[in-house]
């Protein structure tokens, strides 16, 4: 043991004629390591420890230890178990703190992807609050995009369920949501399919515009609106029995408006709620056009009548003063689309046959009504192999 080594570690004294493994145990090298070091020794004749903990005068330093045997017939003195030490404190020291930040950046990414996670999820509730051309406007739009107001043409539909308030009293509330849920499920698909933008339920009141914030021009926008209200109308016809079933002994019976005219659109309310929503006559129109009509019919106003004129067939009604107006009303009832209009594009889900009878009572999983359709043939078909 010579000087240079006596001097890096001051802990081990004036040891003299002390095996190396004599050094090891001064040093405080645990019995595990001292083990490692004695059995790979005798197997390999050398071992390499790369990281021994010592500590010198309170100080905890890293060291790597290469020790071999050795014989050497002209330096007697090397014969032996030879042994280094060298110092690698500052190398982990450096390892730890890029180790450390890598930990710290994983957990980063992980608090991340968890906040990801729950704004993914709070945008796809809160998605079901708006109306999808609202929900985009939000989310891609400056706050002055958003919060700006606009004059527009629109064309405004109201429906609402006739005697509905009599039937909330009579259901049991899981039976009322079943039906009012289902109802306004349906006609929310349609009313997103043909572009128009849902303003808000008013218990089963429904209040959808065409013409904001997306436009193809306002004849197409009251073509477009005409036609949600032929495809409510026929899909709660579709949906009669299944009502029925739930305990509507007459069904829904749905009476709806139809007005065209200018609006003020946008943002309205206070600091601490908005309501994205059409402020004008139209709405006003739309909705007494809605009270006026028979159950089960459409109501349409002269100005929606002369812009579809061309591809809607309608009958005049008559005239009428809505409550709130100064000026006669000319108003029509929309009697279904011309042969030769090419509005259609989307297909309606239900089949009456000969002997079977499909109504797809939720459309917006039609693959999972078709999978529910596959498992009742599947039992069908056991059913006859048994009989």
Not at 20 to 45: A, N, R, S, Y
Not at 285 to 293: I, P
Request: one cysteine or more; glycine letters at 6%; aromatic letters at 8%.
């Amino acid at each position: 043991m010579n000087d240079n080594f006596k001097s890096f570690f001051p802990i081990l004294g004036n040891v003299t004629n002390a095996s190396l493994l004599d050094v090891l145990e001064q040093l405080h090298i645990p019995g595990k390591q001292i083990d490692t070091f004695v059995t790979e020794l005798e197997g390999k004749g050398f071992v390499l420890l790369p990281e021994v903990h010592v500590t010198i005068e309170g100080q905890e330093k890293i060291y790597s230890l290469l020790s071999t045997h050795t014989k050497d017939l002209d330096f007697s003195y090397l014969n032996g178990v030879q042994g280094q030490f060298v110092d690698r404190t500052l190398e982990w020291q450096l390892k730890k703190e890029r180790e450390d930040l890598l930990e710290q950046k994983l957990r980063d990414r992980e608090i991340i992807e968890e906040k990801s996670q729950q704004l993914e999820h709070l945008a796809t509730r809160l998605a079901k609050y708006l109306s999808p051309q609202i929900y985009s406007s939000i989310f891609s739009q400056s706050d002055d995009v958003v919060n700006r107001h606009a004059r527009k043409n629109l064309t405004l539909f109201f429906s609402d369920i006739v005697q509905f308030t009599d039937l909330s009293d009579t259901l049991e509330p899981e039976r009322l949501a079943l039906v009012i849920n289902s109802y306004l499920s349906e006609m929310t698909k349609i009313a997103i399919e043909c572009g128009g933008t849902i303003d808000k339920f008013i218990g089963d009141a429904v209040l959808v515009f065409f013409g904001d914030p997306e436009s193809e021009g306002e004849v197409k926008d009251a073509l477009k609106c005409v036609d949600m209200a032929l495809r409510m109308q026929e899909r709660a016809a579709e949906l009669q029995g299944y009502w029925r079933k739930l305990g509507v002994p007459n069904g829904l019976r749905v009476r709806m408006g139809i007005a065209t005219g200018f609006c003020t659109v946008g943002n309205f309310g206070s600091d601490q709620r908005l309501d994205y929503t059409v402020l004008g006559s139209p709405v006003n129109l739309a909705a007494r056009l809605q009270g006026a009509a028979d159950p089960d019919t459409i109501l349409m106003d002269q100005s929606t009548q002369s812009l579809v004129s061309n591809a809607v067939d309608a009958t005049f009604k008559g005239e009428m003063t809505p409550r709130g107006f100064s000026r006669t009303v000319s108003y029509y009832e929309v009697e279904g689309l011309k042969p030769n209009s090419d509005i259609r594009t989307t297909q309606a889900f239900s089949h009456f046959g000969e002997h079977v009878e499909v109504n797809v009572i939720d459309s917006s999983n039609i693959r999972a009504a078709i999978e529910e359709l596959r498992q009742i043939q599947t039992q069908f078909e056991k059913q006859l192999q048994n009989t």
